[in-house]
């Protein structure tokens, strides 16, 4: 069977086996996504148990018999079948199931997915680094923040919440100065309006590259206000859209400093290339959501002349990659795209 003959076989859920993947913690994600087409095997792996669950009574059967290498006809079919559910979780479940077809793919065609995706990608992918459990007001914060950007990443970002305007930005501050460079800032949706607007006359670009999700929905019309005033802030977005309609509106009206939409919960790799079309023709840059990291790593090589560097979770992205061998660690503030067929991953079982 040729490729343009392979159809899906076969869709499954399994959940990962503690015992290869070490003692779960709060928040691990436990499930592998499995599909078979021609004698071969893609995976996408860790899902969490929602998105796993929808998978294996829906959207599993759905993509039953569907040719492998038709995505946008995939990922139309998933959507229909999810209907007015399709946003949030449903998104995500779409996503996880539509990274699982690429890798099925890329198998079936002795090639990484990026190659799918591009003629020439690059080899070795920027990522900057992202560390948001870690308390700024702790005695050994400095050492940290230090640490972390002394290892070549293209920046890094800190979480900044619960904490009025002054010291916000002097906690933004003093991260700068012990990272050696302008720092990202994650808000993780807590500002609000109103402290937004306080806090943004206090940061400085050459301080605060940008601060993310500074409010508790990513809103066109609230954006727009924000940005509209004399001293708004840098502001980036993204992993909180469900819809490309929504995404273009927000790059034109709001011209946030950078997109970092989620390459799995916008809805997958299909979905994730007309998202980044959309921030092309703003000329806005995108910075992909580290949640899917592998997947966004093949999507920043394929697409480097509009994804910049793809954020890695410090503490989480380990965690999650002990499901797999295969894993990618930065070295030098850079990760080596991987040579092997597919998303470069085997679901450790």
Same mark, same amino acid.
């Given at each position: 069977? +040729?490729?343009?003959?392979?159809?899906? %076989?076969?869709?499954?859920?399994?959940?990962?086996?503690?015992?290869?993947?070490?003692?779960?913690?709060?928040?691990?994600?436990?499930?592998?996504?499995?599909?078979?087409?021609?004698?071969?095997?893609?995976?996408?792996?860790?899902?969490?148990?929602?998105?796993?669950?929808?998978?294996?009574?829906?959207?599993?059967?759905?993509?039953?018999?569907?040719?492998?290498?038709?995505?946008?006809?995939?990922?139309?079919?998933?959507?229909?079948?999810?209907?007015?559910?399709?946003?949030? #979780? &449903?998104?995500?479940?779409? *996503?996880?199931?539509?990274?699982?077809? $690429?890798?099925?793919?890329?198998? #079936? =065609?002795?090639?990484?997915?990026?190659?799918?995706?591009?003629?020439?990608?690059?080899?070795?992918?920027?990522?900057?680094?992202? $560390?948001?459990?870690?308390?700024?007001?702790?005695?050994?914060?400095?050492?940290?923040?230090?640490?972390?950007?002394?290892?070549?990443?293209?920046?890094?970002?800190?979480?900044?919440?619960?904490? %009025?305007?002054?010291?916000?930005?002097?906690?933004?501050?003093?991260?700068?100065?012990?990272? &050696?460079?302008?720092?990202?800032?994650?808000?993780? /949706?807590? $500002? +609000?309006?109103?402290?937004?607007?306080?806090?943004?006359?206090?940061?400085?670009?050459?301080?605060?590259?940008?601060?993310?999700?500074?409010?508790?929905?990513?809103?066109?019309?609230?954006?727009?206000?924000?940005?509209?005033?004399?001293?708004?802030?840098?502001?980036?977005? &993204?992993?909180?859209?469900?819809?490309?309609?929504?995404?273009?509106?927000?790059?034109?009206?709001?011209?946030?400093? =950078?997109?970092?939409?989620?390459?799995?919960?916008?809805? *997958?790799?299909?979905?994730?290339?007309?998202?980044? /079309?959309?921030?092309?023709?703003?000329?806005?840059?995108?910075?992909?959501?580290?949640?899917?990291?592998?997947?966004?790593?093949?999507?920043?090589?394929?697409?480097?002349?509009?994804? /910049?560097?793809?954020?890695?979770?410090?503490?989480?992205?380990?965690?999650?990659?002990?499901?797999?061998?295969?894993?990618?660690?930065?070295?030098? !503030?850079?990760?080596?795209?991987?040579?092997?067929?597919?998303? !470069?991953?085997?679901?450790?079982?």
């Amino acid at each position: 069977m +040729g490729l343009a003959d392979a159809v899906i %076989e076969r869709v499954r859920v399994e959940q990962l086996d503690e015992s290869v993947a070490g003692p779960w913690e709060a928040g691990d994600s436990r499930f592998a996504v499995l599909v078979e087409a021609g004698g071969a095997v893609g995976a996408f792996a860790p899902v969490d148990e929602l998105p796993a669950a929808l998978i294996a009574t829906r959207l599993g059967q759905s993509a039953l018999h569907h040719p492998v290498a038709d995505h946008n006809g995939l990922l139309h079919r998933l959507l229909a079948e999810l209907g007015p559910h399709a946003p949030g #979780l &449903g998104r995500w479940a779409v *996503g996880a199931l539509d990274c699982a077809v $690429w890798d099925l793919h890329g198998r #079936l =065609a002795d090639l990484p997915v990026a190659a799918l995706l591009s003629d020439r990608p690059v080899r070795h992918v920027p990522v900057y680094a992202s $560390w948001l459990s870690l308390n700024l007001n702790t005695e050994s914060a400095g050492e940290a923040v230090k640490a972390t950007a002394d290892e070549g990443f293209a920046f890094t970002k800190w979480a900044l919440r619960d904490a %009025e305007a002054r010291e916000i930005a002097q906690l933004a501050e003093q991260a700068a100065r012990w990272a &050696g460079q302008s720092v990202a800032v994650d808000a993780l /949706g807590t $500002w +609000g309006h109103l402290r937004t607007t306080e806090v943004a006359p206090l940061l400085a670009p050459e301080t605060v590259r940008w601060v993310e999700d500074p409010l508790a929905r990513t809103d066109r019309t609230a954006y727009t206000r924000l940005r509209s005033r004399s001293k708004g802030p840098r502001v980036a977005f &993204g992993e909180r859209l469900s819809h490309v309609e929504d995404a273009r509106a927000l790059l034109k009206d709001c011209r946030p400093e =950078a997109f970092t939409f989620d390459a799995v919960w916008c809805g *997958g790799i299909t979905e994730a290339r007309g998202w980044l /079309g959309a921030a092309h023709d703003a000329r806005v840059p995108v910075h992909l959501h580290g949640r899917a990291f592998l997947p966004a790593v093949h999507l920043a090589a394929a697409f480097p002349h509009v994804a /910049g560097a793809v954020e890695y979770q410090v503490v989480w992205e380990p965690r999650r990659q002990r499901a797999v061998d295969g894993t990618l660690r930065p070295d030098g !503030g850079h990760v080596a795209l991987p040579d092997r067929p597919g998303l !470069g991953m085997e679901v450790r079982r």
